[in-house]
Every structure is written in structure tokens, then in C-alpha cells.
């Protein structure tokens, strides 16, 4: 088993706290705010317990936990190094910046008295020296982006490969609904429908003859054409965007001619375009495959 890996998230407010941890959350870690670090050790023994086995794990903490850096060993010690990996991630941004960034929220820093960022800056920044004097690892948002820092968390904590994204291709028909959490939906009911072909009516869109059928129109041909140009066009946005996962939906009447030819064919290609993580959804038929390479 691999060793556990804990990262204590802390640092300025309104460095970026927030978005670390989304990030890493979405990067398979166990995300967890504001944990009094007391009871760390006793939270993976009760995951253990119940047969959840934790490997990676973030704690977020702010000043409201300042009893944890005091006794920072003691806190490794219980947490059993023998298998565990622990790391601060110290988030900091210039005092300009952070006051800006204030402005633009109107959120009240936790420190100001009176509202005074100024002051509440000041201060945290005061009480934060030996926190961050102990960091394994310092990163000052002041000149980088939200997508940026996302990026960057990434390329520290994730295991995918950066740039990697998960996409659904998901046949459906619309006489049973949209499928839930589409990202872009897509409505093929225009294409020349096989059902009402006598030898083609009572197969689906994996027969052999439905697919020769359906991909030999002069519709189809053109709308796949501009739709592999808008992918081509989009995916890269996403993924600059920092967009994990994209569920593309592809419809007709039925959901078992039309739209899984042309999900399929979506499919096929994507995964051989170096796209890592792609699953091919036939809902009305009840099927789901992974199309994974590499």
C-alpha cells in the first residue's frame, strides 16, 4: 500500500485557500476545513474503521487553528510517519493585492477590526511568520490567475496527467428526457431516421446495416464535419479553463438509432485523438463502455 499523503492547506486569507482545496478536492483528495488538528488522528482512525482508507487527505487551516504549528511534531508523531506523508502548503500574496481582492468581494478580512483590511492584513501576516517559516512549500498567488493556481495545484498534487479531461459521450432520446448534469446537448432528430426502414426498424445504432445507413446521408456527413470542427475548436478552451469533466449528450426520438451512430462515432474519434478518458453512454440501451487508451 502506498503511503498516506496529508496536505495542511494555510496561509493569507484571501490567497487562494478556497480554490486549493476545490482543486485538489477534485483531484481525488479527502478535503476537510477547518478540522481542529487534535482530532486528525482520530478521523483516519475512524475512516479505517468503518473500511475507508484514506490515502490522500487536505486540511485546510487558518488562524482559527493556531494551537497546530506549536505542536507541529507531536502532531506528525500521531499521525504515524512510518506511512504517512505530511506537507504545509503556505498560500501568500502581496498586502496590495489581498486589499484589492477585498475591495472586489467586500468580504471583511477575519482580522479587521473595525473593517480595516489594512490592519487585519497586518496582523495575520504578523502571526502567520513561523507558520510559514515552516512550509515545505510557499506559493504567492499575487500575479497569477485562478486558472493558473488551479493548474499549478494540479501539476503538484494530481495524479492525471495535466490537461487530462474526462469526457461522457451520452446517446439518449428525448421521449424519456435530458439526461441530467449535460454540458452540451446536441439534437440529431433532423438526420433521416432509420426506424422507418421495414429491415432497419427493430435493430439499434450498433447494427452494422443502421451505421452504413445512417453515416452514408449527406446530412450526417456535413453535420459530424462541423461538429468534430466545433470540438476541436472547444476541448482545448475547456481544459485551458481548468474543466475536469464534460458530458456531451447527443439525441433523437428514441435514443436507440440515430444518436447512438453518431455517439459512437464521436467516441471512436476522440479516443484516438489522444483523449485519455472517454466513455461511450447508449442510455435507452441500458449500456456504458470505457473507450480509454494510452
Not at 274 to 287: A, Y
Request: proline fraction near 3%; charge should be neutral.
Amino acid at each position: 500500500m502506498s503511503r498516506r499523503r496529508i496536505v495542511i492547506v494555510t496561509g493569507m486569507s484571501g490567497s487562494g485557500k478556497s480554490t486549493v482545496a476545490k482543486t485538489l478536492e477534485d483531484a481525488g483528495y479527502f478535503c476537510v476545513d477547518n478540522l481542529p488538528v487534535d482530532l486528525a488522528p482520530k478521523l483516519l482512525d475512524l475512516m479505517e474503521a468503518g473500511g475507508t482508507e484514506l490515502q490522500k487527505i487536505a486540511l485546510v487551516i487558518d488562524l482559527r487553528q493556531r494551537n497546530f504549528f506549536p505542536r507541529y511534531s507531536e502532531i506528525l508523531n500521531s499521525l504515524e510517519l512510518t506511512d504517512t506523508t505530511l506537507e504545509i502548503l503556505f498560500l501568500d500574496a502581496r498586502d496590495e493585492v489581498l486589499i484589492r481582492r477585498y475591495s472586489e468581494t467586500r468580504r471583511q478580512h477575519p482580522l479587521a477590526i473595525g473593517g480595516d483590511v489594512i490592519d487585519g492584513i497586518k496582523r495575520e501576516r504578523s502571526e502567520l511568520v513561523e507558520t510559514k517559516d515552516r512550509a515545505d512549500r510557499i506559493i504567492d498567488t499575487s500575479d497569477i490567475t485562478v486558472h493558473q493556481l488551479r493548474d499549478t495545484i494540479k501539476k503538484i498534487y494530481s495524479d492525471v496527467v495535466p490537461g487530462d479531461i474526462q469526457i461522457m459521450i451520452n446517446a439518449f432520446g428525448f421521449g424519456k428526457g435530458l439526461p441530467l448534469g449535460s454540458d452540451l446537448v446536441f439534437d440529431v432528430r433532423f438526420l433521416p431516421n432509420p426506424f422507418f426502414v421495414d429491415d432497419l426498424s427493430k435493430k439499434d445504432g450498433r447494427d452494422q446495416a443502421v451505421i452504413e445507413w445512417v453515416l452514408e446521408k449527406s446530412e450526417t456527413k456535413v453535420f459530424l464535419e462541423k461538429m468534430f470542427d466545433m470540438l476541436d475548436f472547444l476541448l482545448p478552451l475547456y481544459i485551458k479553463e481548468g474543466k475536469q469533466y464534460l458530458t456531451i449528450s447527443i439525441g433523437c426520438t428514441g435514443g436507440r438509432h440515430r444518436s447512438v451512430v453518431v455517439s459512437s462515432l464521436i467516441a471512436g474519434k476522440l479516443s484516438t485523438q489522444g483523449f485519455r478518458h472517454v466513455r461511450l453512454k447508449l442510455r435507452e440501451l441500458g449500456i456504458e463502455s470505457s473507450m480509454q487508451i494510452g
